[in-house]
T-cell receptor
Framework: QKEVEQNSGPLSVPEGAIASLNCTYS??????FFWYRQYSGKSPELIMF????GDKEDGRFTAQLNKASQYVSLLIRDSQPSDSATYLC??????????????FGKGTKLSVIP | DAMVIQNPRYQVTQFGKPVTLSCSQT?????MYWYQQKSSQAPKLLFH???????NEADTPDNFQSRRPNTSFCFLDIRSPGLGDAAMYLC????????????????FGPGTRLTVL
């Protein structure tokens, strides 16, 4: 069974600090990795995706992927109170056109303290 | 702006009374998905359409059906809602027009929160 594991939190960080969110996955064939932000009562909002080992930066966000260790992480620099939300890690296993599965973790709740 | 739209945003129905949720997209994406998300849980895929090809998840109850009459619209029908079907229902789309980077990225609509009385 394909699994995506995240620490449910809550993870509390002071404003301006770096928030580090981690995710592990079980299927070595996974090919695409996504981070979504979800505010309470709202739908998931894409933050970024990553496909290759290493780091990918977008503004204050950096995604890190290590396929050998089967983990993906998200760093949020200069955390702001508006970053307080649940962060969902999602992993895609693609096996041909029209045949694929996106598996979500349960999410990590982040709280940025002013 | 190109987007994924869901209607209604809030739906209240009675136990056993059929309900239809709708999703439309202006992104011209090939793939449309329906997810169910309950409080503090991960979104759970119910089914998806790759163009007109329907793909049902093995554990999706028969009580849930879907229609995609054209590229832009997709509907979720719940034939006899039970109390356990109260949840946020999320529609998402992804391009999949090629195998390039980002083609499998899913973009979500605002969701429909279903309450069953």
């Amino acid at each position: 069974q394909k699994e995506v594991e995240q620490n449910s939190g809550p993870l509390s960080v002071p404003e301006g600090a770096i928030a580090s969110l981690n995710c592990t996955y079980s299927d070595r064939g996974s090919q695409s990795f996504f981070w979504y932000r979800q505010y309470s009562g709202k739908s998931p909002e894409l933050i970024m995706f990553i496909y290759s080992n290493g780091d990918k930066e977008d503004g204050r966000f950096t995604a890190q992927l290590n396929k050998a260790s089967q983990y993906v992480s998200l760093l949020i620099r200069d955390s702001q109170p508006s970053d307080s939300a649940t962060y969902l890690c999602a992993v895609m296993l693609r096996s041909g056109a029209g045949s694929y599965q996106l598996t979500f973790g349960k999410g990590t709740k982040l709280s940025v303290i002013p | 702006d190109a987007m994924v739209i869901q209607n209604p945003r809030y739906q209240v129905t009675q136990f056993g009374k059929p309900v239809t949720l709708s999703c439309s997209q202006t992104l011209n994406h090939n793939v449309m998905y329906w997810y169910q998300q309950k409080s503090s849980q991960a979104p759970k895929l119910l089914f998806h359409y790759y163009d007109k090809d329907f793909n049902n998840e093995a554990d999706t109850p028969d009580n849930f059906q879907s229609r995609r009459p054209n590229t832009s619209f997709c509907f979720l029908d719940i034939r006899s809602p039970g109390l356990g079907d109260a949840a946020m229902y999320l529609c998402a789309t992804s391009p999949f027009t090629s195998t390039g980077v980002g083609q499998d990225t899913q973009y979500f609509g605002p969701g429909t929160r279903l309450t069953v009385l």
